[in-house]
Each structure stands twice: as structure tokens, then as C-alpha cells.
């Protein structure tokens, strides 16, 4: 049902583009709804990071997953069970940027004869980084819409996206190949790595088990996001001029719609944008900001080293001493146990 | 009503992981015998103040609730929410990647889907969701949110007291969300009903009027281990007096009570008593700070802090300079993630500082407490101890981490390097059941009492998987540990899945092999097991022991 829904809902926001390109409600599309969609964002992560950090810690609980720190002659795991906060650093780095934990997933496989074996299984983690790192590099590609001129660092991941395609003969008569644009391989392989995490969804019984909707909903947006952008550029070759035109628009806080008209298809994709940046904040994809903030990554292990504090450290009761002595002096001092007070 | 549990055999051919076809949301729990835990008892609830303690049965249809019960969840939640970021980002940030559900001991043992870490963490999230979060409140199960109910509540109940908080999910999940942390706080909602389990419940109430979670009485305690060391006596021809509750000692020691209680805890208690003999350490017992283990930390932090109070506070009563802790997991995750924010900072005490080799444990700067292994790692490496490993060659051993002492400290060489000294035969499981992610017992957070047998053994399944295989192919015969409740849950684990396995903890195998002075000829081991007899067990030949009835038998050792 929930996957269902989610088809609905994303052919529905198609639908919604495609009506707003036929009433031409285009200024509304191409103007109000990225600012609104950019302000939304934008407030809601920070919203969402600011009440996850006015949240206290109240205790120290690094998962540690390796040799704590601990006699000078034995060899610490610095990383994976952080003594400092550099290690700590270091520990996140590899968490956020190489998903450290999962490549360590292994695959539990159920044998005849009763037997358990934990077999290598780096798919998720391998579609995972791609997935990322694909839209990490798409999304400051488009940084170039927004710049005028195209800043270095942007031009340099551009160049270094459409690497494979240069010195590579394009294909296609008439000299078709020189108005083809470059290959963008994150838009590729963005796609691919989404499909990927779409089709282990739908195939794997337990991960399909465990799906919502919203689990759904936003790996089908992005596979669209994907699909519209990549015909854009390749198929139906959008006046990318008028495009600029129009974000250094936006960006310049003078916004207009150029004179020239753009495809249809650049609604849609702009429509199925806002609605990502817009829904990003109420929903899973706060993943973002929250692995920043997650106790058990990012606390140095060190708390028989240096106390930490609980700021709402409760007041209880506690049995005395006292207490238990006068329950028990008569029995203590039978059994020859010292007392503080004798009977 | 005596529950039979299933045969080995029986739970191998019938256990699948595969899910079934109707949504998690539509299907209940079947509270099954052996495969829950009894309720607590009314007098241990109210001996710790818990509130609707009652007469009540978890396979009964009413579970007589408070009547504001709903709004009593509801507040509870709210209120950990803003108390704990790790709930309030746990919550939050989950993906569904589904990379934790085949890491649950509970999930391969028994297949059930709502053993999937996952799962078992959106069974609350979903109320989170249906009850705090607007879309959940609108689109209802849609958007993953349900509504708290009854059921929602057996629900919870029946799921995270199937769950030992071992965090082997949370090594594996990418953002570290930790099973044990929602596990650890669903517990402190469910409890404000008075759904408690009587394993815990009880435990908890001894321990803080009595001093320990078995409840044993100052003299009873002080006899126990006296009547350990007649057999120690017996066995190694030694004579040790400990003392009890004595100011000016140097050291305190606090162990689970489970040390001096039960087979096999008792022969690792033995193991302490040996060494500091050997070592000739200036250190007490108390009956009042009688626990090591520390069982709030299964029901809620505000209890957890009421029975560690004592370490802190004896340590303080007897002057002592530091404290030196047993073998044991949970108590070592309390001592080393929460014992001196909640109860510290403990500045009566001094830098721990090992008299005999004179290592400052610097690592231990602010807690003041180190544990028993590291303690006797220095030992070993500043060769303070006459060791002979070879009395232990008739074991071939392996290593059991302990979940608490792995994932919530970072214990894994120490007790390694002691091993190696002590006995010569040591395996390694393969990689993917120890360290860092070891299985548990299936036992751990207070769920080893007898009448879940079935939810034990199905839990110990993965750890005791890894044993046979290290069984069958290296002839392994003991499973060392350094944990009171493994000690407890491991050899009825054996029993059933590896009977050839025995049990053992690691202070036991240390005084094994400690030759001590005015020792007698050593030809039974602290068990009073005779060494020749497992020997020849193990294949090899039979060592040439003085005859103890001839004159001056118990002079020296064999050679």
C-alpha cells in the first residue's frame, strides 16, 4: 500500500508540473516555489538540528568497536574507539564521508543442518557511497546556475565529472556530436545507485518488510529528479542560456522568467526539486544531520578518564550505610563483620 | 505449568527469516511459554517505590492498566525525548537500510521480523510518529505512524525484554543508532506502569536494602566465601582469610554476587581470592557494596544511580585508595559510561596506582576503579605472577567478549593477553562472532531467568553456532569470559546447543596456573575436578602426582 501511494504521489507532482506548464502558472513554478522551497529547507534543517542539539546528553555511550585505550604496552584502535577528539574527528570523517559502519555489513545465511555463517556483503555500502557521493557531485554541478562567473572549485568538479567522455568519439552523423553536451557520469550514475537502492527495496523480503512510504516516496523522487534532468540535457537539449538567465534571477534576488522559452520538462524537474528540498526537513533524509549529532559516533571513549556531566543529573534516594547497619548489626557482628556503632 | 522447551533439533528445522505476508502493524505477539519472562513480584516493585504494582499475567487478555495509563506513556515519552538526544535522534534519522536486521541474535534464532533491530525500534517509532508528528497524526499508518494501545504496549512488553541491549546493531548501523539506548528507555516507559519482570524487579529490591541482586545478608555473604575457600583449601592446599568491611584497607573490591554464589561464578571467585593472595594485596570486601552487577541499568537510570551509590560511598565509609572491580559486563558498562557522572566525582579516592608493579592506571584517572583483568595484565607483564600455563593444557579454549565489555568499553586485548599467559591452548571464533561483533549469551539485561528458556537458547543460537564450529574444528572444550551473567547464561547455552563446551571465567583459568607458595601437589583444578581425569579426557598423558597421603605431600608443585 505505502508503495503504491508512493507511485501515486510522485506521478501526481508530475501531473501538478505538467498542469502548471498548461495553465502557465510558470512564474509560480520557476519563481515562488524555489524561494518557498529554499526557505523551507533551509529553516526546517535548522529547526530540526537546532532542537536535536537542545537536547542534552546526559551520558557518555560511544559504540565502541574496537581496543579501548588502556595500558601504555597495549595497541589502541584510535579510530574505530576514539581516546581524543581528533580521533573523534577522524572517526566521523570515516563515518560520514566513507560510511565506515556499513562496510563492515556482512550477510547472515541460514544453512541446512542448523548452521549460521556470516558471509562479506559491501553492495549496500558500495551503491550507498555512490548514491551520496553522485549527488553530493550533481548538486554543486548545478552551483554553476547560480554563479556568474562559474566559480573555479565548481568548473574543476564539472571538468572532472565529464572526465570519461573527453577524447571519446561521440557517436551519430551530421556532426550531431557537437552540440551534444559533455556526459555527466554523477547524474549516471545517481540514477543507477538510486535504482539500485529501489530494486534491493522491492527484492529483498526484509528490507520490503520493513518499508514505509516514506521510505519509498523520496527514492522515487530522486530517480525522477534524475530522469527529468538527464533528458533535459540529453534528449531534449534545453535552452541551458535561458536557464541561467533565469537562476541568476533568483540568485541575484531580481527574478524574472526569460523571454525565451524552456521545455516543459524543466518544470517538471524544478517542481520535483522544491518538493525534495521542501519535504527533506520533515522527513528520514534529516539523516543528514543527524549522523553529526549521533551519541555513539561522535564522543571521544574516555569517561573513566574525565567525568561527564549530566546536566539534569537526578536527586534520588539512596539505603545508607547507616541504614543497612542498623538492619543487620546484630547479624554483622555474630558473623564478626566490623560495625560503626556496636548494638 | 512446567514449560518443555523444544528440542535443539526441533527450533533448527523449524526456524525461517523469511517475513510474513501481512503487515508488521496487523500482527500481535503470542505470549508463548518459555518465551517470556514472569511478572514482578508486588513487594519488590513497591520496595523501590514503583507505582500499580499488581497481580497480573502477560498471557491474560487485561493487564490491568492504570487508568491514565495512556497519558502516563504519552508524558513519559515527551520526557525522554527532551531529556536524551540519542532517543530524540534515534527516532528521527533511521532510514529503513535494513543493514541491522540480520545482526540480532534474537532475529536469527527465532526469525520473528520484530526482532529486526529496526523493527524493534519502530514499533516506538511509529507511535512517535501516529502520536508527536503531524504527518503520522494525519496520515496514520501511511506516513508509519499508529496510535498507543493496548496492544501497542503488550506489544512493546513482549519485544524489548527480548532484546539483552548487546548493540551489535548499532556497530553495524550507519548512523550508530543504538538498539540497546531505545530498548534501555521503551523499559523506563513500560515500567511507569508497573509492567516490570520479576528478574529484574527483584534483583533490583535486594540489592539496594540488602546489598546484592541475590539477596544475600551480610553474614550469608561472609559465609559464602568462606565456604569457598574451604574448597580452596582442599583443592590447592592454601589458606586465605579475607577480611570484610575493613577501614584503612588500600583497595575495595566489588564483584557481581553471582561470584559467590553460583557454578561456575564461584570457581572465578575463587580465582580473585587466589590471586590478591598471591599477589599478597591490601584489600577488603564489603556486604554493603556487595554487588558489582548493577540491574537498575535494566529498568530506569534513576534506579541504576540508587544501587551504584554504594561502591562510591563504601569506598568513602573505609578510606580506601581506589576500587578494583571483577569480572562482569553490564556492571562495567555502568562503571565505565555512567557510574561517575551519576554518582561522582569521586574525589575521596586516589589515582589508582598498582602497588605491586607501581602502574599508575592513568585510563582510570577519574572513575578510580579498574578492572580486575587489566589489573592483572600488568601483573603478568611486570612478571608478578609464578605462572605455570601447562596446568591448563588439558582445555582448548576460546574467547567469548562479552557485549558490554566489547561495544561499551572497548575490552578485547587485555583479557587475550591474560589468556595467552595462563593456558597454551587458545582459539579464536571466526572474526565475524567476536570482538567488537561478539554475539551475546542471549541471556544479558536481566532476562536469564528459567521460565523464557526457549527465548534464551534461541537467542544464544549465533553465539553458540560460532562455539561448535570452533568445536568441531579445533576440539575447543571450555568457553572463557569475563562476564557473571555469561558465566550464568553460557553453560545452560552449552548444555543445550554444545554440550562438549564447558564454561569458565577468566580469573578461574589465572588461578589455575598461579603456583602458589605452600601450594599442595595441584592434581584437581578449583572444581575439584582431577587433572588427570581431564587429561586423559583430552588425550594426553597423565601427569605423575605425589601421592597426597605420603608424607609431605603438598610441598611442591608438579614439575
Redesign the interface.
Known sequence: MSFIFSIIAVTALVGVALAGVALDLRYFMAVVLPYAALATFVLGVAYRVLKWSSAPVPFRIPTTCGQAKGLDWVKTNKIDNPCSTGAVLARMFLEIFLFRSLFRNTRMEYREGGKVRYGSSKWLWLFGLLFHWSFLIVVLRHMRFFFEPVPGLIQAIEHADTFFEMGLPLPGPNGLEVSLPLLAQSGVILLAAATFLFLRRVVVPQVRYISLASDWFPLLLIILIAKTGIIMRYVLKVDVVAVKKLTMSLATFHPALPAEPISFMFYVHIVLVCTLLIYFPFSKLMHLGGVWLSPTRNLVNNSREVRHVNPWNPEVHFHTYSEYEDDFREQMIEAGIPVEKEA | MATQTPK??E???T?????PSE??MDTKPEFRPGMYCHPVKIASLEGM?GKYAREWAPAEPDWKLPADWKGIVKEGLKDR??????F???M????????C???CHFF?GTGD?KN?P??RA?LIRSVYRGEFKT?GKI?G????GRKLTEEVIKEWFYYFFQCTEC?RC?????????TA?ITIIAREIINLLGLQIDWIGTPVNAC??I?NHLGL???TF??NIEYLLSDVEENVGITIEPT????GAEILFVTPSGDVFADPGIFTCMGYLILFEHLGLDYTWS??ASEGGNFGFFTN??TM??LN??MY??SK?LGVKWILGGECGHMWRV????M???N??ADHLEVPKNPLTG?VF??????K?VHVT?FT??CI?HNKLKLDPSRNDHYTVTWHDSCNT?????????PR?VLNSVCNNFVEM?D??I???TFCCGSGSGLNAGENMEQRMRGG??RA?AVRYVHEKHGVNLLGNICAIDRASLKPLMDYWVPEVAVAGLSELVANALIMEGENARSTNLRGEEINDLREEAGLPPIDFPDPDEEGGGEEGDE
Open positions: 535443539p533439533q527450533i533448527l528445522t526456524l525461517g527469516h523469511q517475513p503487515n508488521w517505590g525525548l527532551n531529556r536524551f538526544r540519542s530524540q535522534v534515534f528521527d534519522i533511521c532510514v529503513r537500510c535494513g543493514a536486521a540480520d545482526k536469527i521480523p529486526m529496526v523493527l519502530e504527518a496520515l499508518k501511511l506516513a508509519g548493540r548499532s556497530v553495524f548501523c550507519p548512523y550508530g543508532i543504538d539506548e539496594y536494602h546489598g545478608k551480610p553474614h561472609k559465609e570484610f568491611n575493613r577501614k556486604t554493603y537510570n534513576e544511580k540508587r551509590y554504594k560511598a563504601e565509609r562503571v565505565h559510561q555512567y561517575d557522572t551519576m561522582g566525582p602502574t592513568a585510563n582510570a584517572r577519574s572513575t576503579m587489566e595484565a600488568d607483564k566489547s561495544r561499551g568499553m572497548g575490552f578485547l586485548e587485555e593477553f571466526p565475524t562472532t570482538r567488537e561483533q543460537l549465533p553456532n
